[in-house]
């Protein structure tokens, strides 16, 4: 018997590296694969051409990119058009948007197939290879390999690659609310990324119910399918939109995302790079495109609404399982009844005890308290002992995988030694707390989280093993691990997907989830006689992991610590100033700000947007050059009964990338931006920002403000431009390849300030 239990502890660990392993498909050399077949490798190659330099909207590389697009479609014999205008999407981030599109004529008069993804990288140092050369690569490999089968599409195919999507989602919105085009579109099919590796995860967007879109998804048959019902419960909480979300909001048009998470410390940096792409990854991405492009070439897609939710998720073997929402309640009220009966027979059967049933709560407790505050505090502790690290905006260190491991490891540790403690317990009375417990959570994600719903099929399996347990002494081990491994699949990529995703912050859903997945397979580890030697065995892989995950604290070459450098020029003020986003400046920078650095003291700082509201740490004192400042001409200011119209353009008299303008606390009753209308939303929401101007070929900017006639209207013109590494009139010296430009925030810029009073 201890053999079978070593065997099945074994057979358990094989089950839960599988739950991760299957999640992806392999990768290997297919340069030379059959032309109607997408190749990785003949992927890759678009993706190392699209990603040889940044390419930002209005960088050189941008217009090289929309050229290289262009060029491999006409290879392709598609007759390739682009769209082009000016767009400030829902946050007033203006840009001219240039979209790229191509059509497959198909041989009905049905709704189209739309494959979507964007060729802009994010300013201003992203090269831009995950995020999305490598959507991109995914359609256009995609497309040439549907191409050579020779068949005429029932459907028609649009192809459309936007641009400024890391704007503001600004092609998208030119697309979905100027183009004809846009009310042929029937499904989305959009290829994202936020990372660099990792499964890409399935992700639906739709007004209504979600249930024909999975039913149809799961037609498709593609061959690894990661999804569940909670991921997009939670991304529809978080602010981070796609280019398929205006389809969505704007177009009332269903779709699939498709995007990948992991080594989120690539994401938006100029380690994203063709080198740094999984291949792997790249290959999910096509496992995704070539079934779903040749099911939904054929089906309908002008009946893909639906007033049914289905919960799904994905199982290793079974792929993806879904049932209607329907089933929820019935499913959570069998197995509430089924553990009410289990009860009755345990007491029945003296099985089961009241007093060591109530002692049977204290572990459960503990662990979970303790392992919840570890996880709780991991961000604090960690930044604590390294505080550079606080500058990696996003929150996933470059050792962020080890800090997993280390965080479960203690988790663990805390679980068997806890349950050892408890030995004497027998494991019928100490199954009733976690069985408790989980009920508890199926019946509120059921009530207020109902796509995490299917919680209750591993409930199913520990109410499988508690009742084996009521009957037999000693269940057979093998039974016990086979009871559990829903959970081990369901569970097990949680505890990797919260804290990769949504940075090191979220830890306490790793470490709260190997608690409860430890509960739920508690049948099993019930049964082993030396959990306290399993307990200091997973303490000293805590303390090896922690030693490596220290090892791999440093920054180097390998894993550069971001930085920043501001040269700001305050017109009115005259006043020059070195600023930084850094906690902890490192020396390239330190030089600037030197000794007398100090936190920004005035409010005029802090109007500087990015996108985690970072602000600037430092500044100090700095020469000043002669940055020429903007030309702003007041080219209309008219009194119309109890209203003002104002109207102004700036133009710059310098090459620059961006113009913020920001105001006092004003009334604003209408805004124009280059004949761009600000919606009404942003407008009463907004603070004292009023637009952003990403700018192409240094054009200008038109502003046309309405306001109440009485009210005195302040405007601050932020104008910047990402060149103080290259300007004459200063000597940066390169950054040394220990780092990379900061991310998310304005850098290596100079940046001038102006503010004009309209009494």
Known sequence: MKFSRTLALFLLLAAVFWSYKALTPTYGPDMDASPQIFSTDRALVHVKNLSVEPHAVGFPGHARARSYIISELKKMGLETSTQEGYTAGDWANLSKATNILARIKGTSEGKALLLLSHYD?????SHGASDAASGVATILEGVRAFLEENQNPKNDIIILITDAEELGLNGADLFVNKHPWAKDVGLVLNFEARGSGGPSYMLIETNRGNGTLIKEFSEAHPEYPVANSLAYSIYKMLPNDTDLTVFREDGDIDGFNFAFIDDHFDYHTALDTYERLDRKTLAHQGSYLMPLLKHFSESDLGNLKSLNDYIYFNLPFFNLVSYPFEWIWPMFGFALLTFVILLIVGFKKKRLHLKDILRGFLPLLFTLVVNGAIGYFCWTTITWWYPDF??????????????????????????FWTYHKFRKTGTPNLLVAPIFVWLVICGLVAQYLSGASFFVIPLFGLLAAFMVTLNQDEPNPFLMVFLGLPAVFIYSPFIKMFPVGLGLKMMVAATVFTTLLFVLMLPFFGQLKNKDRLAYLFLFLFMVFGISSHINSDFNAERPKPSSLLYVYNA?????????????????????????????????????????RTQLTYIADAPKKNI???????????IIGDTRVL?????????????DVYTNPITLQKAKVNRIPLSEHFLETRNSKLVTHYITNNDFTELELTFPKDSVLELSFYEASNDLLTH?????????????????VLNDAILTIKTLRFE
């Open 121 to 125: 990288s994010n300013p201003h140092s």
């Open 390 to 415: 606080k500058d990696m905006l996003h929150g996933f260190t470059y050792n962020g995988h080890l800090y997993i491991v280390v965080y479960v490891m203690i988790s663990l540790a805390v679980c």
């Open 572 to 612: 009115d003020t005259d006043t020059a100033t070195w600023a930084t986003y850094d906690n902890s400046p490192i020396d390239w920078n330190n030089q600037f700000l030197g000794d007398t650095k100090h936190k920004p003291s005035t409010e005029e700082y802090e109007t500087l947007s990015s996108k985690y």
């Open 628 to 638: 020429i400042l903007p030309w702003i001409d007041t080219v209309n200011d008219t």
């Open 647 to 659: 109207e102004l353009c700036i133009t710059p008299k310098r090459d620059v990338n961006r113009l």
């Open 728 to 744: 004459p009139d200063f000597s940066i010296p390169k950054r040394p390849e220990s780092s990379i430009p900061m991310p998310f």
